[in-house]
């Protein structure tokens, strides 16, 4: 109501440091401006133990250990369908499963997997029986998952996840699936991949090193450049000028505008030029031609 409205990138222009939830171990090399800090994982942290019931559970899995399932708190359930088709894919894996899960009990369900409300996903992970992570891609769990060391089998719903889930499985961390079209066997068939495969577990261990090989953890780094914010003002030195151009100047209509202008001018001499010249010429000839008509008369 009061002042000049602000757009969402007029807003986001203003940003004097910008914090991203990621690193070098999810993120593909690329140029960046110095105020983009890569702050991926900061919520990790060492797994705590489990409840007790919930350790027994996963203690009965013997050698073969637990898959944690979860697909984020913005998912609540499932179509019953689709609960059916993975509830029975679980089933014939060896391994006890557990799930995040909140709808009606599938049909299928297996004695090998339980069902829970919530679950402490990061604890699960970090515990040394858990083999494979059924996700959804979000950047949370998936930085849970690099932390600890977890290969995964993505399961993708909206926004970033696709993509999230495409960089793990370009660098050999994960099976893509898709949710809404993949049967009982295709979700066996993924989770015995990454489970037998050890190619997967080496791909994602090379990802969790190489996050835990920082000169500064992730939480202190963000706390480090937002303090760094705070003492000088702002950092405008770290930011661009290409926030204060207009729209024509970003784009850099204005400049081909002018070429294009030099272009046209060019072109109008080069075309006027030709011209005057041809017209010269066919003066000159149009006289002896008039003359070589006479003679022969």
Known sequence: MYGKPTTMCETMGKADIWLIRTYWDFEYPRPLLPNFKFVGGLHCKPAK???????????????????????GSMIGNLTLERANVIASALGQIPQKVVWRYNGKTPETLAPNTKLYDWIPQ??????????????????????????????????PLFADQPDNLMHMKTKGAAVFLDINSMQSKDLVDALKTVINNPSYKESIMRLSRI?????????DRAVYWIEFVMRHKGAKHLRVQA?????YQYHCLDVVAFLLSIVALITFLFIKTCRCLFRKCF?????????QKRKKE
Not at 125 to 138: N, Q, S
Not at 211 to 219: E, F, G, I, S, T
Not at 283 to 291: E, G, L, V, Y
């Open 49 to 71: 133990p489990l409840s007790k019931d919930l350790e027994e559970f996963v203690q009965s899995s013997g050698d073969h250990g637990i898959v944690v399932f979860s697909l």
């Open 122 to 155: 990061n604890d699960l992970l970090g515990h040394p029986k858990t083999k494979a992570f059924i996700t959804h891609g979000g950047t949370n769990g998936l930085y849970e998952a690099i932390y600890h060391g977890v290969p995964m089998v993505g399961l």
């Open 211 to 219: 996050h835990h090989d920082q000169p500064m953890k992730p939480l």
């Open 243 to 247: 926030h204060d151009l207009s729209w």
């Open 283 to 291: 003066r000159k000839t149009r006289p002896d031609a008039k003359a």
